[in-house]
T-cell receptor, first 115, second 114 residues
């Protein structure tokens, strides 16, 4: 595997379900990001992790719970979601804060549908 | 507040015609500047980036962009568009004092007529 991978690519869940999105980067980076992309809206940064520590939470509802066990893996745990949470969830990685330029590399995304 | 504006939500060009996508940013200093492209159902792919130096930067797929400090702009250009260029294009700025954070514009959707 190369670059940034995300699984699953598609997910349909009910409002009472619990599911997790997984992201893995094979680039040796130290920073990872979750974005939400809804139709006709700009990319929304959700969370930032640098060296496994969360450095940004953009007022994301608690029904979204991130986890970063190491610099290569990032999870987004989902529970009791709402239909308006249906979107494409994108993961990205970069070298890390304080390590120069902040070019981000993106995964293909998980298309989430909440029924 | 830092912001990125892409004034054109949707652009349609004919195949073989030239293309220019506009991007303006608001930031106190010169940030890092990026253009990404997103094909339907896919993630974002980096087209090109500007950090410093020559204000005309070349990217992949025949794209180039020019940084104009006086206009706070970073417009994307291509001399001859191909049907495969149809996609959504995002301009982004990376404030130099905010680590890896990027601020994205709302995107411009490009359609290509045969």
């Amino acid at each position: 595997e190369t670059g940034v991978t995300q699984t699953p690519r598609h997910l349909v869940m009910g409002m009472t379900n619990k599911k997790s999105l997984k992201c893995e980067q094979h680039l040796g980076h130290n920073a990872m990001y979750w974005y939400k992309q809804s139709a006709k809206k700009p990319l929304e940064l959700m969370f930032v992790y640098n060296f496994k520590e969360q450095t940004e939470n953009n007022s994301v509802p608690s029904r979204f719970s991130p986890e970063c066990p190491n610099s290569s893996h990032l999870f987004l745990h989902l529970h009791t979601l709402q239909p308006e949470d249906s979107a494409l969830y994108l993961c990205a990685s970069s070298q890390g804060a304080g390590l120069g330029v902040n070019e981000q590399f993106f995964g293909p995304g998980t298309r989430l549908t909440v029924l | 507040a830092q912001s990125v504006t892409q004034p054109d939500i949707h652009i349609t060009v004919s195949e073989g015609a030239s293309l220019e996508l506009r991007c303006n940013y608001s930031y106190g200093a010169t940030p890092y500047l990026f253009w990404y492209v997103q094909s339907p159902g896919q993630g974002l792919q980096l087209l090109l980036k500007y950090f410093s130096g020559d204000t005309l930067v070349q990217g992949i797929k025949g794209f180039e962009a020019e940084f104009k400090r006086s206009q706070s702009s970073f417009n994307l250009r291509k001399p001859s568009v191909h049907w495969s260029d149809a996609a959504e294009y995002f301009c982004a700025v990376g404030p130099v004092d905010q680590g890896g954070k990027l601020i994205f514009g709302q995107g411009t959707e490009l359609s290509v007529k045969p």
